[in-house]
């Protein structure tokens, strides 16, 4: 690859992996987040920071905060996305952000469709595609009706991640991106714990399985609609556990998913980066779609390492050059994101799924080589940055405890 021509920055809304498969191809970096406080500033691969207003409270502010950064630019930066609030503002606002920015998203009415999963459940009827029957209610009554329709054990999970992570929530279920219901009291009891169903929480079909029977299938189709490379990665664990994202996983040639997932695409006319959630069923093998992400994965770094790097892709797609058709290189690769897998060991432990030593044979069963979520060996500095801000953190909230206990010992009346 000519490095010396891609000279078009990359706008990264997101996270290491996408900074790293960028800045490794010798294109210019400018990361956007809004939080000041992420490791992946301090990436070698970082030339550039940008302080977003928060999503999607403070749109008009971020619109700002990006005309003024592209207008400064000499040619238009390409963007990346990793969230979906990101997804969402460059999409609706794309006519807009266009002048500044070289943007190549799904049309619009796909990517809500796609990101409000109620919605997805609709497009799945409509094309009737390899989806677990969805149902959305408006009322907590209509979550019973819903729930004895599709059968226990069910799935409820929100419309929109965002919902369940707010404080009130997070305070009383934890960080949960959906729930296996087995009847109807445990459906009582979690319904008394979250705010009133309107429709922003939907019911879905379990489809049986453990955590390894999970998939990702990550591609890059271009703005003319043909694919130009795919990869498939089998989730050993994930976090939260049973329901939440990979967090230890490894290249798989697993046709019949790539089949399944290719032809949901073809079938909804999709066009950009697709990162989409398989789960395969434990009794009668079929493979089911859960998601369809209109985003790149988490774990992105991955498909690169394995010889299929999607963000180049888009990238040469959006400045208009040649674009080559990538295959995985057949090697074996991992990700590891070491943290998030401790805490999913310690969640399966405690459930008697796996042991101590069971999960650090793991680590030599899978071959391949690995690639960590934060730490890279040319690019150590996000690790230690890492820890720094932990340790902020922790002063921090030592600080409001101790604050705190002061407060309560301190007297409050007038000494005798």
């Known amino acids: 690859m000519d490095k010396i021509r891609l000279d078009h920055k990359a706008l990264v809304l997101g996270r290491i992996s996408l900074v790293r498969s960028l800045g490794r191809e010798g294109i210019e970096v400018v990361i956007a987040r809004e939080s000041e406080f992420v490791f992946e500033r301090a990436s070698r691969y970082c030339n550039d920071f940008i302080l977003m207003p928060s999503l999607p409270s403070k749109t008009n502010e971020a619109l700002n905060v990006l005309e003024r950064f592209g207008a400064r630019q000499k040619k238009k930066p390409v963007a990346f996305f990793n969230g979906e609030s990101d997804v969402l503002l460059f999409s609706e606002y794309r006519d807009r952000l266009s002048k500044y920015f070289e943007i190549l998203l799904a049309p619009h009415e796909l990517i809500t469709s796609l990101i409000n999963k109620g919605k997805f459940g609709e497009l799945a009827i409509k094309y009737d595609l390899p989806v677990p029957n969805t149902i959305t209610p408006k009322t907590e009554e209509e979550c019973f009706e819903a729930a004895s329709k599709i059968g226990y054990p069910c799935i409820l999970k929100p419309i929109n991640q965002r919902r369940w992570h707010s404080p009130d929530i997070l305070e009383s279920i934890g960080y949960r991106k959906a729930i296996l219901i087995n009847d109807q009291t445990e459906l009582e009891n979690i319904l008394n714990l979250i705010p009133s169903v309107n429709g922003s929480d939907m019911i879905q079909q379990y489809i049986p399985g453990d955590d390894p029977n999970h998939y990702d299938f990550h591609a890059y189709i271009d703005r003319n609609g043909i694919l130009r490379g795919s990869i498939v990665g089998h989730k050993i664990r994930t976090y939260p556990i049973h329901f939440g994202q990979g967090c230890y996983t490894h290249y798989m040639d697993e046709p019949s998913v790539e089949e399944t997932c290719m032809d949901t695409l073809n079938k909804i006319g999709y066009t950009g980066a697709a990162n989409i959630n398989v789960k395969r069923h434990a009794e009668t093998g079929k493979d089911y779609i859960l998601e369809i992400n209109p985003r790149f994965s988490l774990w992105t770094i991955f498909d690169s390492l394995c010889g299929v790097n999607?963000?180049?892709?888009?990238?040469?797609?959006?400045?208009?050059?040649?674009?080559?058709?990538?295959?995985?290189?057949?090697?074996?690769?991992?990700?590891?994101?070491?943290?998030?897998?401790?805490?999913?060991?310690?969640?399966?432990?405690?459930?008697?799924e796996i042991t101590l030593w069971m999960w650090l044979k793991s680590f030599f069963n899978v071959p391949g080589r690995i690639e960590h979520h934060i730490f890279a060996w040319d690019d150590p500095l996000p690790l230690l940055c890492s820890w720094w801000f932990r340790l902020l953190t922790f002063a921090y909230r030592a600080k409001m405890f101790l604050k705190r206990r002061i407060s309560v010992l301190k007297p409050t009346g007038n000494s005798k």
Do not use: V
């Open 310 to 352: 999607l963000p180049l892709l888009q990238y040469l797609d959006s400045i208009g050059r040649e674009i080559p058709n990538l295959k995985p290189i057949g090697l074996p690769q991992r990700w590891l994101w070491f943290g998030t897998d401790f805490k999913a060991m310690r969640a399966y432990r405690k459930r008697g």
